[in-house]
């Protein structure tokens, strides 16, 4: 039987925010709360940043009603950074300044809820604390919109993101239905900048020929100008509007993105190229080359916080995953990410299993080539399978009497330094 | 005592899509179904295009369970255009082809839900029709999201935009908030390319003052690139973090728009100056001048076709709009748009009333100067009296067992042709 390790935890947020990061805090939270083991709970201001610059607050000295709002809070109210940590050899100071602050405060335990970057940054941490005899438990847990983790069917974030750009889809198409005389080609651009996956999603809009999207295009394919002009017509000349869907980070034959290639670069006031959107540069290329007036979208941000549009089965799960990191840490685990365990598709049923980190850190998972038809533009009844249940239900959340969302934020009760200022070697 | 005019009917949509067009759309089907003296009903297709070219469909073959669904489904289900007619001189023979189909069909009322511009092909309808002694009814319906037009105190449409888009710049705010380490400025672009109406909306979603946006930007405002290099730096200085909204028709002192006069302009294959977006252009400037990271989200046809997310009020209005267009019509008026009477503001409580035709064709509202704070980016109270209470509610949605909305869609059942095609003498 595995002792009982009695400490401090630490939870952080990392990466890119999403709808329901805060729904996986708020589990890992709640669940620390519960749990006698763990002491005292602090939050790290910005990720892995906030650990290195001893940038801690109390979560205890939060109220209750705004832990259990986090639910309905779309980004990362811990705060987040993008800040990639290299190997223990190069950026061995930055590890061992991670184990020294984990000391002065007796953190033996380390959430870390991010995506891959983060996992490898939690397994290498867990692996310097293991040769320097540190008794300490690290869980990660999965977070991206972009689903292309390892080890787990699919992603917290990533039902959320599906299910609001869907919804768009279907309703900017409709636009596109009616202002066909006018703006017969609309892009929206989505995000993914390596794989497909959110794209992708977008094709459940599709529940009849007519309906957008007619045409998606992902990362994992590469993009033919010619060709894409091409299936632009057809669709042109078969519905008389076209509904276009692109991943942000399309490629080309020799893997160079297409936005970057293009003769319709900006030069910004000092001369230097500007790569712009991929979905701008396709408006103007259809306007260009076809001749037909088109439009584009670019949600940016917005898709990946849009709780007011959530999924429930998203938001459940990310709160689930939050809480078996912190159980299975208290009952011995570490090294591990926890990951969706898909068990059943009607009705739809998931467990939580383990992967270890070192194996999300390192991976990536491409959309499967058969989720796509022969042509590579619409989904196929295998997508439809695996991305339908996870868009389904609503996240309930609090709207105020002036008619917007209610959100939380902590009051981040700073806890006192025990060090001196961090200065490393590089960076 | 006005005589009863019996005969037929029909109703058209006009110009960009909103949420709730299609509310307005269901009043006007819905009221004279209930009207005994509105025998046929038809939907012109694409708008004053479909009466032109003579495409009619069928409202009475529709199912009632479709024009129920009309007011959870966005955009225009009846078909949009923009087709701007002229003068009763120059396009003279457009407006004859539009009797000489209206006598047809016996078409006794029409029912154009549009912006200024539909308004005034309505007007110049009823003044050939009362010069040529046809007798026939004509009542407007407002619609923007853009709010800019007379005779009204805000127009449906508006609403909902500004609750969307209120929402997602609190959403993407907090992305903003928590990621302000690595993107410290976000820029948001709002349509509006004349009023500042909707991007000043979006001051609601700012409760506190760290909240976003932090800055907001109108055509009404001569825009200065300097100015706004100084705002950027001394909200950034402030929070470290900056949100800025928009709108997408920004002019400089002399009237010209700022997207167009850079030196970022692409130019595109066959050497053409391209205008992009004036928040792509913000998020390049922000980066070259202030040397700190921004992007840029432009939700485009999202913001307009956001059913998901619309206003009760805004909806509910618009039903109302249709629904007195008919009566007032049905009663004797003609050559009116109706309009929208604010009676109180709290509680919150509007009535119906009428507005001349060529009233509401030659105007434009502005956003009022006091409506702005003295620097003119940020919302006063005024500001927020007058748009808080159009956000109110959200409106009820049909959501499918895929846990994705559900829309109608006409059959359109074709009125069969009784004239030969129309062969203008322009256009």
Redesign the interface.
């Known amino acids: 039987m595995i002792e009982q390790l009695h400490g401090n935890a630490v939870v952080a947020?990392s990466g890119?925010?999403t709808s329901v990061i805060n729904a996986s805090a708020c589990g890992v939270i709640q669940e620390s709360l519960r749990q006698g083991v763990i002491e005292q709970l602090y939050g790290a201001n910005?990720g892995i940043?906030g650990i290195i610059q001893e940038d801690l607050f109390d979560l205890r000295a939060e109220s209750a009603d705004t832990i259990a709002g986090l639910r309905s809070?779309?980004?990362?109210?811990i705060?987040?950074?993008?800040?990639k940590l290299g190997d223990l050899v190069n950026d061995r100071d930055k590890y061992q300044r991670v184990l020294e602050v984990f000391r002065a405060h007796n953190i033996r335990y380390f959430f870390y809820i991010g995506g891959n970057d983060s996992m490898d940054t939690a397994d290498k941490v867990n692996r310097l604390a293991t040769e320097e005899g540190y008794e300490f438990r690290v869980v990660g847990v999965p977070k991206t919109i972009d689903n292309d983790l390892v080890g787990t069917d699919h992603c917290p974030g990533y039902g959320s993101v599906a299910?609001y750009l869907?919804?768009?889809v279907?309703?900017?198409g409709?636009?596109?239905?009616?202002?066909y005389?006018?703006d017969a080609v609309?892009i929206l651009e989505a995000m993914g900048r390596n794989t497909g996956w959110i794209a992708a999603a977008t094709g459940?809009?599709r529940?009849h020929e007519e309906d957008a999207p007619h045409l998606i295009y992902v990362p994992e394919i590469p993009f033919s100008v010619e060709r894409f002009l091409a299936d632009v017509r057809e669709v042109h000349r078969r519905l008389g509007r076209v509904f276009v869907v692109v991943s942000e980070g399309l490629v080309d034959e020799k893997g160079e993105y297409v936005a970057a290639q293009t003769?319709?670069?900006?030069?910004?006031?000092?001369g230097h190229r500007?790569l712009?959107?991929i979905a701008?540069f396709l408006q103007?290329l259809v306007e260009?080359e076809i001749g037909i007036k088109a439009?584009?979208?670019?949600?940016?941000?917005?898709q990946?916080?849009?709780?007011?549009?959530a999924?429930r089965?998203d938001s459940d799960e990310a709160y689930r995953c939050g809480q078996e990191a912190v159980r299975r840490a208290v009952a011995g685990t570490s090294g591990f990410m926890v990951s969706l365990m898909r068990e059943s598709d009607q009705p739809y049923r998931s467990a939580v299993g383990l992967a270890p980190l070192a194996e999300v850190a390192n991976g990536i998972k491409p959309l499967p080539r058969d989720y796509l038809d022969v042509a590579g533009t619409q989904i196929t009844a295998a997508m439809r399978q695996y991305a339908?249940p996870l868009?389904?239900?609503?996240v309930p959340i609090r709207?105020g009497a002036?008619?917007?969302?209610e959100?939380v934020r902590f009051q981040r009760q700073r806890v006192p330094r025990k060090l001196a200022a961090f200065i490393g070697r590089s960076k």
């Open positions: 947020q890119g925010p910005n940043l809070t779309p980004s990362a109210a705060g987040s950074c993008r800040y299910k869907a919804t768009a279907m309703e900017t409709r636009d596109t239905e009616a202002m005389t006018f609309t459940l809009a529940r003769d319709t670069l900006a030069t910004d006031a000092f500007q712009g959107g701008e103007r260009q439009r584009y979208n670019k949600l940016g941000t917005c990946r916080n849009a709780i007011h549009f999924s089965t339908s868009v389904i239900g609503e709207i002036d008619g917007l969302p959100f």
